[in-house]
């Protein structure tokens, strides 16, 4: 069974630090990998997703990404954070036959401090 | 501009009633689904539809109900047999029902108990 794990339930960064946000999976077989960014009381918009090839994926609003195999991570990172970004991130890996059966992790919740 | 649109934004249910959550949308997808977030966790999904007059049970689907009668609309209705529905609810659709295809979001609907 598929399964996402976000070890960081809640992060505080300065406006302008870099950033990065754990994500580890358990997939059988090559995942497909999402990162979702949610603001209060609001739906979920897609950052970036990884299928295959380049390791590196570059999303929306600065955001990258990347892909070790041999870790079974996926950690999101900004070179430097926008009050902007404080927000809601949830990773998810993809189920190959549906969609909707993508598993979620529990997010992780960035605060940014002026 | 395209999209999906959620409504009410907020419902309040009585013991004992059952209320219907609306989600439609002008996307043409055709695969479409309702997610049940809870504070501090993940989405669960609980019911998905991948085209019309037919859908699946997700992970939840106890004490829920759906229809997918046309393709825009996909209602889920919260039946008194759910006992714990304070949650927000979240309806997602896909263009394909295939693993690869990005999910698009409403903006939710929060459910509480009176």
């Known amino acids: 069974a598929q399964s996402v794990t976000q070890p960081d339930i809640h992060i505080t960064v300065s406006e302008g630090a870099s950033l990065e946000l754990r994500c580890n999976y358990s997939?059988?077989?090559?995942?497909?990998l999402f990162w979702y960014v949610q603001s209060p009381g609001q739906g979920l918009q897609l950052l970036l997703k990884?299928?295959?090839?380049?390791?590196l994926v570059q999303g929306i609003k600065g955001f990258e990404a990347e892909f070790k195999r041999s870790q079974s991570s996926f950690n999101l990172r900004k070179p430097s954070v926008h009050w902007s970004d404080a927000a809601e991130y949830f990773c998810?890996?993809?189920?190959?036959?549906?969609?909707?059966?993508?598993?979620f992790g529990d997010g992780t919740t960035l605060t940014v401090k002026p | 501009d395209g999209g999906i649109t959620q409504s009410p934004k907020y419902l309040f249910r009585k013991e004992g009633q059952n209320v219907t959550l609306s989600c439609e949308q002008n996307?043409?997808?055709?695969?479409m689904y309702w997610y049940r977030q809870d504070p501090g966790q993940g989405l669960r999904l609980i019911y998905y539809?991948?085209?019309?007059?037919?859908?699946q049970k997700g992970d939840i689907a106890e004490g829920y109900s759906v229809s997918r009668e046309k393709k825009e609309s996909f209602p889920l209705t919260v039946t008194s047999a759910q006992k714990n529905p304070t949650a927000f609810y979240l309806c997602?659709?896909?263009?394909?029902?295939?693993?690869?295809?990005?999910?698009?979001f409403g903006s939710g609907t929060q459910l509480s108990v009176l």
């Open positions: 997602a659709s896909s263009r394909t029902g295939t693993g690869s295809e990005k999910l698009f």
């Open positions: 997939y059988g077989a090559t995942p497909y």
């Open positions: 990884y299928f295959s090839g380049d390791t």
């Open positions: 998810a890996v993809g189920a190959r036959t549906n969609a909707g059966k993508s598993t």
């Open positions: 996307l043409n997808h055709d695969a």
């Open positions: 539809s991948q085209i019309v007059n037919d859908f």
